[in-house]
């Protein structure tokens, strides 16, 4: 057992750090004055990270659809088939802590309402039959840029007061819980954020973008879990 060979057990931590990586981007957006800019498309103007919610009141929700002004306003209604488009955002409250994964949004109404603004809004009720912790406002979105297929989930944190004692939810609005992080297919970085480098292609059908994929690809992605999965299962 001691006598591990060299090469095998550097591969290992090759093959770890690998894993590892896979799901760091997934983690967080990158946060700027409480926006926070996720490794898609889309900004996160409220609710800030750590901000609380409070049961019996309307958490605001505000999402930049626009890439800070850099993508047009038809990219952000699903189904434009822009190389650089939204395809779906749906939003969820999860938490590990109380054992509840809770629809918040997952129609396209977020994205298509509210025609011609850049930012799209939700005054969420928080409901009171949630036990007080923390909680993972989390936003899936599936959506392209420059072409190339995204998937990112983006966790804000949000812990939720309640001073009345907590009920039974509505059932309607229960889903499974997943362990988090859940596997993603993200950019490396939002191409919006003030520093980043990555240009946007603005027109466009889907597949004419010629910028260079930042974001690990879904065969990438397969192969390195693969690889991670027989590790795991030889160590
Ligand atoms: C929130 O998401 C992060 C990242 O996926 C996870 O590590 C953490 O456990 C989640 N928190 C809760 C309360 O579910
Ligand atoms: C649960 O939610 C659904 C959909 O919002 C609603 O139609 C139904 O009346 C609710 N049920 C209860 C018991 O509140
Ligand atoms: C929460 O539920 C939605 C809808 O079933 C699902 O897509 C999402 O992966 C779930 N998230 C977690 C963390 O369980
Ligand atoms: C952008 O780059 C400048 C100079 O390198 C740095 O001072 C600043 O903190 C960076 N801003 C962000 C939001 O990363």
Not at 31 to 49: C, E, K
Not at 136 to 156: C, D, K, M, R, W
Not at 227 to 235: C, D, G, I, L, P
Request: glycine share 8%; aromatic share 8%; with cysteine.
């Amino acid at each position: 057992m001691l006598n591990v060979p060299t090469h095998r057990s550097l591969l290992s931590s090759y093959y770890l750090v690998a894993f590892l990586a896979l799901f760091a981007p997934a983690v967080v957006g990158q946060d700027i004055n409480g926006q926070t800019f996720t490794h898609g498309l889309a900004i996160i103007d409220a609710p800030a990270p750590s901000s609380p919610g409070h049961a019996g009141s309307p958490l605001p929700i505000a999402v930049d659809v626009s890439g800070d002004g850099k993508i047009q306003a038809a990219a952000s209604v699903p189904g434009s088939g822009l190389s650089t488009r939204f395809d779906a955002l749906e939003i969820y409250l999860v938490s590990s802590q109380t054992n509840i994964n809770m629809t918040v949004s997952d129609t396209p109404d977020f994205l298509t309402g509210e025609s011609g603004s850049t930012v799209k809004h939700l005054n969420w009720p928080v409901p009171t039959c949630l036990t007080a912790g923390n909680y993972n406002l989390t936003f899936y979105e599936t959506s392209h840029f420059n072409g190339q297929a995204v998937f990112t989930i983006t966790p804000i944190l949000v812990p939720i007061l309640n001073s009345s004692p907590p009920g039974q939810c509505n059932s309607s609005v229960l889903n499974s819980l997943q362990s988090q992080p859940q596997p993603s297919n993200p950019l490396t970085q939002s191409p919006f954020a003030p520093n980043s480098s990555t240009p946007v292609s603005t027109s466009g059908t889907s597949g004419s973008g010629r910028i260079t994929a930042t974001g690990p690809s879904p065969a990438l992605v397969f192969l390195s879990l693969f690889v991670s999965s027989v590790y795991f299962h030889r160590a």
